[in-house]
């Protein structure tokens, strides 16, 4: 038993100093860590800030895609199961690869791109897309102060909190910073699934080719996101993708007014203007009561008048392209950037067909949502955008452009001028947002104005004495269209449109005569229901011309 003793104590001393080795392991494990950086406690940080952020993407997308499409319900959950997925790695990649001033950067660029996202939808009522970025930017920058101040307070409020939240996360997360090349290797696994998990989504589960026929970017951001649905746009809708979109969306006819309506005869002289913003309610607006537009609202009782759905897709350019062409916009881009379009079956041909010289008006540049390429081959006699109206008529360009008033005399002289059959088209620009192009003097209703309330309807006021100039010094017998080209989104007190759909006023006047009286739907649900859109306005005023032989 004695002998026993020291082989006893020989395995006591063996297990403890096993021991010792294996703490000691520990201890060096934990060494290395710190010397690399890591630590559980420390991963814990940018996961929490990854995890909150592809939270608020994937709410933001919620809000702005089209996430009430009909889909049965296994496929709705996996379409958003994919876009969480895709949001989480992506933000996880981000947090991984940046650290420092550059996290807070790009929180900060995030919630940037975020508004400019909610403040679309907000207006237009439907996703960002690529095309309307690269096509548009220029007009975006230009309304950027008006489209600021019609930020909801609830998206403004979503993206404060948001913002707010994942910048103190950032600062967390900064405190104690993983080694780089561990960062790497995260970042670098966490953007390997996220390329490979956009690859199966985009060509095996909710193709994103689809985009070059019937898929929409509304629809398709809601299985994919904004990111990877702009780079389909950007891969798939070439100038002939676009093209072919908007040759099948012009199919669309849709002429509900002329089958019901008296067919007014047109004399010598035609006019159609088309009037910046122009509510259907404002018409009949009062401030302290007195009438905002009190020539336009008695106009209305002695003209044809109806409440019709404005067709804003693009933007203020899609009105006149409906008047101009009678053709429906695909909406995918302002439909004057649709590259081989072929626009000579215009209202202008049809004119002419029927004797009339015609004449395009427009204070704006021809630049501007690119008009001047489609107008300027629609066969008008003469175009006068703003470059030619200082050329050829001595007219000033003011903050803008080309004044309303300057833009309708120029009209008015023409017309006097001669007494050949003429028609003008005429689309205003100083009542466009956000609205702060008049002169001190012609404010009229608000002398100082304070709001964006206060700024529209003192350019109501103004459009309202320009065509009260300008009609009252036309011949009798000239017949004068007017509508507006989309509603303000301004709230003025009064307005109508919060079913989705922007109502303006569409009138039909003959100087020196009534059209009220001969008007067949003046007591019918159609003439005010807002059923009536654009494109039945068109189908109308095409049809007083002669159908061409």
């Known amino acids: 038993m004695t002998e026993t003793k020291p082989t006893s104590t020989s395995l006591s001393d063996s297990e403890h100093l096993s021991e010792s080795k294996r703490l000691s392991d520990i201890e060096q494990e934990r060494l290395e860590s710190s010397v ?49 997925s895709l949001d989480l790695l992506a933000c996880g990649a981000v947090t991984f690869l940046v650290v420092g001033w550059l996290r807070y950067l790009a929180i900060l660029g995030w919630a940037t791109a975020t508004s400019a996202i909610l403040i679309y939808n907000d207006y237009f009522g439907r996703a960002l897309s690529w095309t309307t970025i690269s096509n548009q930017c220029s007009e975006g920058l230009a309304m950027g102060p008006y489209v600021v101040k ?9 993206i404060l909190i948001a913002t707010s939240a994942l910048l103190l996360l950032a600062a967390r ?43 929409t970017v509304d629809r398709l951001t809601m299985t994919h996101g904004y990111v990877i649905t702009w780079l389909g746009e950007w891969w798939y809708l070439d100038g002939d993708s676009l093209l072919r979109r908007a040759n099948e969306a012009s199919l669309t006819k849709q002429n509900r007014l002329t089958p019901v309506e008296f067919p007014v005869p047109l004399e010598d002289k035609l006019a159609i203007v088309q009037i910046e913003s122009l509510d259907y309610d404002v ?24 409440r019709i759905s404005a067709i804003h897709k693009s933007g203020s350019c899609d009105a ?5 062409m009678n053709l429906n916009p695909a909406g995918d881009v302002t439909p004057y950037s649709v590259p081989g379009f072929d626009w000579r079956p215009s209202i202008a041909v049809r004119a002419h067909a029927s004797g009339y010289e015609s004449t395009f008006f427009h204070g704006n540049g021809s630049s501007f949502f690119n008009r001047g390429v489609g107008v300027n081959q629609m066969g008008f006699h003469q175009t006068l955008f703003s470059e030619q ?23 008015r002289e023409i017309f006097l001028a001669s007494s050949n059959r003429k028609m003008h088209f005429i689309i205003t620009l100083t009542s466009h947002a956000p609205f702060h192009f008049l002169a001190p003097e012609d404010c009229e209703l608000f002398p100082a104005p304070t709001s964006l309330r206060e700024q529209y309807l003192n350019s109501m006021r103004y459009v309202d004495t320009q065509l009260k100039r300008y009609i009252q010094a036309l011949p009798d ?54 059923e009536l859109t654009t494109l039945d306005a068109a189908g109308y005023v095409w049809s007083l011309f002669p159908e061409p032989k």
Request: aromatic content about 10%.
């Open 36 to 84: 690399n950086g890591y630590s559980s406690r420390q991963l814990l940080a940018p996961l929490t800030l990854a995890i909150c952020w592809a939270i608020a993407v994937f709410v933001v997308q919620e809000l702005t895609s089209e996430a009430n499409y009909p889909l049965p319900l296994h496929r709705a959950v996996g379409c958003r199961i994919i876009r969480f």
């Open 150 to 158: 019609l930020f909801h307070w609830q998206s403004f409020t979503l």
């Open 173 to 215: 997360a900064n405190r104690r910073t993983l080694a780089r090349r561990l960062r790497g290797k995260v970042c670098t696994a966490l953007l390997a699934c996220w390329i490979l998990l956009a690859i199966a989504s985009t060509q095996f589960i909710d193709r994103i080719a689809k985009l070059k026929s019937f898929g």
């Open 283 to 306: 018409v009949q607006h009062r401030v302290d009561g007195e009438l905002v537009m009190p020539f336009l609202s008695d106009l209305t009782t002695r003209s044809m008048s109806y």
């Open 320 to 324: 006149d392209f409906v008047m101009l």
């Open 389 to 411: 109206l200082e050329a050829q008529y001595n007219r000033v360009s003011g903050h803008w452009g080309i004044s309303d008033q300057d833009v309708l005399d120029t009209s």
């Open 477 to 530: 017998d000239l017949v004068v269209v007017l509508y507006g080209d989309h509603a303000s989104h301004v709230d003025y007190g009064k307005h109508s449109g919060d079913d989705g759909n922007e109502y303006v006023p569409f009138l039909i006047h003959k100087i020196g005569h009534n059209l009220a009286e001969l008007q067949k739907t003046r007591s019918l649900d159609i003439a005010l229901s807002g």
